[in-house]
Structures are given as structure tokens and as C-alpha cells.
């Protein structure tokens, strides 16, 4: 069995960056959206975000392969943040979305937030949801 050292010297270097840097700023965006709004932690990660090179469905992956990382669990919420702010800062034209199920599970509405390149989902799992408006889109 591999450490994770080993399967992180495995990554070609920009993918390290990457993962690197996700790991930072998811470890940021959970902390900050404890105190503060959506809007504000959107604006904290994308003021540091750096360019980074991977393509944005790499990108999206290795971001979630940071998340794995965090001791607890790091939803859904301050990934799309991170990816967003990462995509921005190497000049894509990504989103956030948030949205509820179409179907709900009983007893509270089933919530998701994901990132949109071009009008296309990173996330393959944000296909059953609405998206709704979101408020401070002015990153």
C-alpha cells in the first residue's frame, strides 16, 4: 500500500501545485464560512487564489481529492468555492451555483453547490438540483 507522500511525488509538478494550493484554501473556506457570508469567503479565496495549470476537470478532481485529505468533512460549499477561485485566477469564467433537488428528501430540501465553466457542470452529481440565484456574484 502507497502513503500518501508516495501518491503525491506520483503527480506530475503542476498537479502538485494544484493540489497544494486546494488544500490551502479548502482548509481556509471551511474555517472562514463558520463566521463569515458566502460572498465574503468567496472574495477571501479568490484575493488569494494563483493561477494554477491543470484543465478544469483535473482541476475539479484534484480538488476533491484535497477534500478527502481534511480531517472531518468538507462539503460540497467551500469546494465550489475553491474551484471557482482557482478557474477565475487562471482566467476561466467560472461560477458557483447553489441549487435544491428537484425531488427533496423528506423532512429538509436536499442542497448542493457546484461550479459551472461555459455553462457546463465540473460536477456530475449537480444534475438532479436547480440552481438558484446567488447573491454577491460580484467576486
Known sequence: MRTRLQRFIRYPTAERRALSIALALLMMARLLLRFLTVPVVRRAVAWCAPAVAPFPPRLAELVTVAALQLPGVTTCLPRAIVLEGLLRASGRPAELRIGV????????????????L????LDETAKGYTPLPVFGTGV
Open 118 to 121: 461555459d455553462g457546463v457542470s
Open 101 to 116: 433537488a428537484s425531488l427533496p428528501l423528506v423532512g429538509r430540501p436536499d442542497t448542493h453547490a457546484w461550479v459551472e
